[in-house]
């Protein structure tokens, strides 16, 4: 009877540092067997068992900034709509249809602009979670 290999094959692959920072760059497991030539398990497993506790912090610190950074950009987006609205109100005052008209505009694009930053802010949330799940509680 063979003993089973209880080597653990990201603490002993020479590239070991570089699996554990594509996972603290938040990487898909799926995306770093692929690079490193090894199954989505092979990788998943050992890191959630092995990874140091300081890089999962790392990247849920990470995680942190960006969102932080998505709602300053947000809110700098509800300034510039509010500008836009004053300064239309503004120029209908004045009956400056064109300026009204141009300060409608720019709401539009803002608007557009707010759109696509929650879309995109939905999806990199709802990737950032499903690349967290742990398949065995799941």
Do not use: W
């Not at 879309?119 to 065995?136: F, G, K, R």
Request: glycine content about 2%.
């Amino acid at each position: 009877m063979t003993m089973p290999n209880t080597r653990c094959t990201v603490c002993h692959h020479p590239q070991r540092a570089e699996i554990e920072a594509a996972h603290v760059a938040g990487v898909a497991f799926r995306e770093i067997a692929k690079q490193f030539d090894k199954s989505k398990t092979t990788i998943q497993k050992p890191i959630k068992l092995h990874v140091p506790a300081a890089a999962q912090k790392a990247l849920e610190a990470a995680n942190d900034r960006e969102v932080q950074a998505g709602d300053a950009i947000l809110a700098e987006v509800q300034k510039l709509k509010s500008e836009a609205r004053r300064l239309q109100a503004h120029a209908e005052g004045k009956k400056d249809y064109r300026g009204a008209l141009t300060a409608v505009r720019e709401l539009t694009r803002l608007v557009e602009l707010s759109a696509r930053l929650v879309v995109s802010c939905a999806t990199v949330q709802s990737t950032s979670a499903s690349s967290n799940i742990d398949p065995d509680t799941a």
